[in-house]
């Protein structure tokens, strides 16, 4: 009888060890669950609302090369940091000594076959320094002298609102970048703060608009302005593969996430910057019919709008309707500066 009580004991005792152990390693492996859930859906953090809780670092703004000289002002190479990565772009710098407002400068896609900086900006780069702005145009990651962005083709995109946030944010570190080449003889007045958007950059500047809800005045000429993904689909039978792979990888993004939360046309109520708006009547890339809905959509919401079209021009504003348009781009950021 003696004998079946300690048996008994030691099985209980057993017992008791066992469980606590499980207990143990349930306790143990539950936070890392946890992570792990947390870390399934990265691109979570690109959702519009969590950027827009999300603070951006300044990084230092140093400038390189100069690409080129004119007799008003230069084409000069600056650098500047994104998520640990290197990003490149291209200043244009009046050259007599004086402080300037500054304009972001936002290009329209580009094949990284035929990049070279300054494609897509250059030319109105040009037109804002010979009237007094320094303007800045960013690479973006995996353009130009900037690193590698992601390996995943939808964060490579949604790196483009981040690289911008990013820049923006560091504007209060361009007079340092700028002392080092000028001497503080040219300097930037990082209070007035602009920017500027064709085709794609103006889907990027708008996102930028909502997502920072800064009043940074800005232009844009033909932006890309429907819902995402299909502002991005549309142009799909430019591919060689007419937008197979893409439409795969747009595919296995809605599995996992909601497209609404990552569409600019949702959150058009979060700007707060005064918008000129140009459009070139026979554009062939971005219908004059979205430029037409988004002006509206923007006046319903009372937002401070003002719209151009050029009847027979192009994606470019061409052939007539350029030099108008960037004259009216000139005095818009006057008068919001002044």
Do not use: C
């Not at 870390?39 to 519009?48: G, Q, R, S, V, W």
């Amino acid at each position: 009888m003696r004998i079946v009580f300690f048996l008994l004991v030691i099985i209980i005792g057993i017992a008791a060890i066992v469980i606590a152990f499980v207990i143990e390693k349930k306790h143990i492996l539950s936070p890392i669950r946890k992570e792990a859930n947390l870390n399934d859906k990265p691109l979570e953090k690109y959702a519009f609302a969590n950027l827009k809780n999300q603070h951006f670092q300044g990084s230092p703004i140093a400038l390189g090369k100069i690409v080129e000289e004119k007799d008003n002002y230069t084409f000069q190479m600056f650098y500047f940091a994104v998520d640990a990565k290197k990003a490149s772009g291209v200043l244009t710098i009046p050259k007599e000594q004086g402080d300037y407002p500054v304009i972001v400068m936002l290009r329209g896609f580009v094949p990284i076959e035929i990049y070279d900086t300054g494609v897509g900006t250059k030319r109105a780069g040009e037109m804002f320094a010979t009237n007094g702005f320094i303007t800045l145009a960013p690479d973006f990651l995996g353009f130009g002298e900037s690193d590698k962005p992601s390996k995943n083709p939808m964060e490579e995109r949604l790196q483009t609102y981040t690289t911008v946030l990013t820049l923006l944010s560091s504007m209060h570190n361009l007079n340092e970048g700028l002392s080092a080449s000028y001497s503080g003889k040219i300097k930037a007045d990082t209070s007035k703060v602009g920017i500027w958007g064709h085709s794609n950059g103006g889907h990027i500047a708008l996102s930028v608009l909502e997502i920072s809800g800064k009043h940074y005045p800005t232009v844009l000429w033909a932006p890309v302005s429907k819902p995402f993904p299909y502002s991005i689909l549309y142009y799909t039978d430019e591919f060689d593969d007419h937008g197979k792979a893409l439409r795969k990888v747009l595919a296995n993004f809605e599995k996992d996430y909601d497209v609404e939360l990552y569409s600019p046309t949702n959150f058009l109520n979060w700007i707060n910057a005064p918008i000129q708006m140009h459009q070139g009547e026979n554009d062939n890339a971005v219908p004059k019919k979205w430029s037409d809905e988004l002006r509206d959509s923007l006046s319903k919401l009372k937002k401070e709008v003002e719209y151009f079209t050029y009847p027979g021009n192009d994606h470019n504003l061409m052939p007539d309707g350029w030099s108008q348009a960037i004259t009216r781009s000139i005095e818009f950021y006057r008068e919001n500066f002044e």
